[in-house]
């Protein structure tokens, strides 16, 4: 198995990220325009953390350290489908609590009711449903609050 090296983005990793997101679930669905996800990607509030697989980048992660009820906030999650299957977002999930571990209580995350395998994901990864919004996005569809205690 390749090593996964994790490092904040770079400004030309900040563009791949932006494309990759507005090119996957559940961003295709909640119709989530790349100029949208540029602007996430390039906001200074947030931290963005790339992983990497022989210095190419294969995942993203931001998070927003000011976050929910006073922890942090996974805002976003991808990986690129050709190294998907790899652990890659198990290591940036991984990676996020390490970061947070001794200064936050948790760390939350939403994820669309229709984006069942996410779900299964983040479950299996030690996250709980605490919550929802519904047709918080789009109507019909809702957003499930998800917290890990770190």
Not at 7 to 14: F, L, M, S
């Amino acid at each position: 198995m390749d090593e996964i090296i994790i490092k904040p983005g770079t400004y030309p990793e900040r563009q791949w990220a932006a494309r990759l997101l507005s090119e996957s679930e559940p961003w295709l669905t909640l119709k989530i325009s790349c100029e949208q996800c540029l602007k996430v990607c390039h906001d200074p509030e947030f931290q963005m953390y790339i992983a990497h697989i022989n210095h190419n980048p294969c995942g993203v992660i931001i998070i927003d350290p000011r976050g929910m009820a006073g922890s942090p906030y996974i805002k976003s999650v991808a990986v690129d489908p050709e190294y998907r299957n790899r652990k890659i977002g198990a290591a940036l999930l991984s990676y996020a609590e390490n970061e947070y571990r001794g200064r936050a209580r948790s760390i939350f995350l939403c994820v669309s009711s229709f984006n069942i395998q996410a779900q299964k994901f983040y479950i299996s990864h030690g996250f709980i449903h605490i919550g929802e919004l519904k047709d918080y996005i789009i109507p019909g569809e809702s957003e499930l609050i998800m917290q890990k205690k770190i």
